[in-house]
Nanobody, 120 residues
């Protein structure tokens, strides 16, 4: 059974940083691209970043490019998202998801999420 467990969220002031983690189990982690998704209050689920199985190919949504960094440790079956220069607009529930080709993000297997709140 695929299991994804996010952690690391919290309350942070604008300009602050957080590091999110996602512990994966139940599948061969290195075989899959992984995504970070988020859902801001009152908004639809959106894609934040994706990383290939090897970690060599990475893409970011324009809204987070230059501020967030995705990475993975295949030996630990763990996905990370470093969030820097946080803005109030980054307040959201953040999810990691096991990617699947040609599958809408809403249909991807994801964890329970970790809440990030950016507020002064």
């Amino acid at each position: 059974e695929v299991r994804l467990v996010e952690s690391g969220g919290g309350l942070v002031q604008p300009g602050g940083s957080l590091r999110l983690s996602c512990a994966a189990s139940g599948f061969t982690f290195s075989d899959y691209n992984m995504k970070w998704l988020r859902q801001r209050p009152g908004k639809k689920l959106e894609w934040v970043s994706v990383i290939s199985g090897s970690g060599e190919i990475i893409y970011y949504a324009d809204s987070v490019k230059g501020r967030f960094t995705i990475s993975r440790d295949n030996a630990k079956s763990t996905l990370y998202l470093q969030l820097n220069a946080l803005e109030t607009g980054d307040t959201a529930m953040y999810y990691c998801a096991k990617d699947r080709p040609e599958t809408a993000i809403q249909a991807l297997v994801r964890g329970q999420g970790t809440q990030v709140t950016v507020s002064s």
